[in-house]
């Protein structure tokens, strides 16, 4: 191999390096947002499920007073 050839071979190398670090970062990155995502949809559910059963307690309690009134 002449010089060029493996000058030529290293910048490609160094480049191909680049992008493997790029996209180890950007893979932390997604899974960090993937992480958030899945924290925030658990906290949804928890406030879903308490909006609902106050729902069902509301509804619980009209019915009642339909049937005292």
Not at 15 to 23: A, G, K, S, T
Not at 39 to 60: D, F, H, P, W, Y
């Amino acid at each position: 191999m002449s010089d060029e050839q493996l000058e030529a071979l290293e910048a490609k190398m160094d480049r191909l390096i680049q992008v493997c670090e790029r996209l180890q970062q950007e893979n932390e990155a997604l899974r960090a947002k993937a992480g958030d995502w899945q924290r925030e949809r658990v906290r949804l559910i928890e406030k879903n499920e308490l909006a609902r059963g106050r729902v069902e307690a509301m509804i619980t309690r009209l019915k009642s007073l339909e049937s005292d009134a």
